[in-house]
């Protein structure tokens, strides 16, 4: 019975998460943590119908002190035991126009990304040092691989792509920290999903089958997806046509 918990989780992606996961048997998965910095209605409804089971927790993750209070929080309501699975999810991905020279958004894009998601693993690896599955996913994009810069050049979203290449080699930082005590410290690509971020309905993906897909890889073998970059598997994209193929194959940092 494993315990989770996700920050971002308002809407989106996120909220497909919560879901997919507070679906499954309790014997499964437990208790779901959905972290949010404001109000979500959605989320609200989902766990008022859960019987308990998804528990919303306010954090803004750009704000090291409200990381470690909901830590804080989380603590008690698992009574002594300890946390199983992170999943940073929190995230913004603004556009301009006219290339790098104008992008004037890059701090606040490091804050949320990267240092934010340092914030939360730090406030909440306690816990997961007491948990018995030991998995941190971080949500992660092919947009950012430099290897891959060229193919998406023509997405003008520069801080988004820096920030998310910082997230990347902070995942691999922790993932050489902590692979002697057995954990999985795992960047995923989720793909291009039809949220409100991705750019809704001319996206290849639903939400749900980002999730879905997600948590298949997160679920492997620590030691097999410890401090790896991974694109989802989804039927039907194995080969796709476009340069959105999700093959579950590893992206090159």
């Known amino acids: 019975m494993a315990s989770v918990l996700i ?9 497909a998460l919560v879901r997919e996961l507070s679906s499954r048997p ?17 989320l609200s409804e989902l766990a008022t119908a859960s019987a308990g089971r998804v528990s919303v927790v306010q954090l803004d993750v750009t704000d090291d002190l409200s990381t470690r209070n909901a830590a804080a929080e989380v603590e008690t309501q698992l009574s002594g035991k300890g946390l199983d699975i992170l999943i940073n999810n ?13 992008m004037d958004n890059l701090a606040e894009s490091f804050t949320i990304k990267a240092l934010g998601v340092h914030y939360v693993m730090r406030a ?12 941190v996913a971080n949500i992660a994009t092919s ?7 060229r193919a998406s050049h023509d997405v003008p979203a520069p801080a988004y792509k820096i920030s998310k290449a910082a997230l990347h080699a902070l995942t691999v930082q922790y993932a050489l920290d902590h692979e002697k005590d057995g954990f999985a410290f795992v960047a995923i690509a989720p793909g ?29 073998r620590n030691a097999e997806i410890n401090g790896q970059l991974s694109k ?5 994209w194995e080969n796709a046509t476009v340069w959105n193929v999700y093959d579950g194959t590893m992206v090159p940092w």
């Open 192 to 220: 291009w999903m039809k949220t409100d971020l991705g750019g809704g309905d001319i996206a290849d993906l639903t939400p749900e089958q980002g999730a879905k897909a997600s948590l298949e890889i997160l679920f492997r």
């Open 26 to 42: 309790a014997t499964e998965i437990s208790k779901v943590f959905a972290t949010a910095r404001g109000d979500s209605s959605p």
């Open 232 to 236: 989802v598997l989804v039927p039907g």
């Open 7 to 15: 920050t971002g989780a308002s809407r989106g992606f996120e909220l």
């Open 143 to 149: 947009f950012a691989s430099i290897t891959l810069a």
């Open 124 to 135: 909440f690896l306690p816990l997961l040092q007491r948990g018995s599955l030991k998995k």
């Open 90 to 102: 929190a995230g913004i991905c603004q556009y301009v126009g006219d290339g790098v020279k104008l």
